[in-house]
T-cell receptor, first 117, second 115 residues
Framework: DVKVTQSSRYLVKRTGEKVFLECVQDMDHENMFWYRQDPGLGLRLIYFSYDVKMKEKGDIPEGYSVSREKKERFSLILESASTNQTSMYLC????????????????FGDGTRLSIL | AQSVTQLDSQVPVFEEAPVELRCNYSSSVSVYLFWYVQYPNQGLQLLLKYLSGSTLVKGINGFEAEFNKSQTSFHLRKPSVHISDTAEYFCAVSDPSSNTGKLIFGQGTTLQVKP
């Protein structure tokens, strides 16, 4: 089974802090994704990466950055945390596929519930 | 841009009753479709997926979904629900013409199974 591990289940930080959320997958997947989940809004894509050192903005990248130095690890960075970034953050990974890229399901970690005070 | 609409935010149902969770998508081109389940305090798990072929797709835990191209729908069904099915369910769509593997998720439907 695919294992996607997020480093923290719960995290409390203060406004203005630099916050790192870490995600590691063990299936050699090319694609990795960061989402935030808020009640009534579903999952919104923050950033994704399709290869080491490659990244693309998702739908809500403002206030966030990402790092992918190794294939198995994808980090989400809140440069200066604000209270409106209090949310559940979900990491996912997927296999890229050889012929078509979009028929592969995404595999999710258990999430990090981040509170910014 | 593609979008996914889950028509019900909450669906209350009694144990052993049938249930249908509705999902419509906006794309006019061929798509791949997924249903995920999220149990409390957990990440999302894949329930089932439609890639091609038979329009009736069977998944885990007794769930199935039917792809209807003319109505651009992908409704999820279970003939008899259990208390343990209480969870949030997400419908998602990808664009086969895209090379990114991105999914577009619906807003989610909370299934509340009552004893």
């Amino acid at each position: 089974d695919v294992k996607v591990t997020q480093s923290s289940r719960y995290l409390v930080k203060r406004t203005g802090e630099k916050v790192f959320l870490e995600c590691v997958q063990d299936m050699d997947h090319e694609n990795m994704f960061w989402y935030r989940q808020d009640p009534g809004l579903g999952l919104r894509l923050i950033y994704f990466s399709y290869d080491v050192k490659m990244k693309e903005k998702g739908d809500i990248p403002e206030g966030y950055s990402v790092s992918r130095e190794k294939k198995e690890r994808f980090s989400l960075i809140l440069e200066s945390a604000s209270t409106n970034q209090t949310s559940m953050y979900l990491c996912a990974s997927s296999f890229q596929g050889r012929v078509t890229y979009s028929n592969q399901p995404q595999h999710f970690g258990d999430g990090t519930r981040l509170s910014i005070l | 841009a593609q979008s996914v609409t889950q028509l019900d935010s909450q669906v209350p149902v009694f144990e052993e009753a049938p249930v249908e969770l509705r999902c419509n998508y906006s794309s006019s081109v061929s798509v791949y479709l997924f249903w995920y389940v999220q149990y409390p305090n957990q990440g999302l798990q894949l329930l089932l997926k439609y890639l091609s072929g038979s329009t009736l797709v069977k998944g885990i835990n007794g769930f199935e979904a039917e792809f209807n191209k003319s109505q651009t729908s992908f409704h999820l069904r279970k003939p008899s629900v259990h208390i343990s099915d209480t969870a949030e369910y997400f419908c998602a769509v990808s664009d086969p013409s895209s090379n990114t593997g991105k999914l577009i998720f619906g807003q989610g439907t909370t299934l509340q199974v009552k004893p």
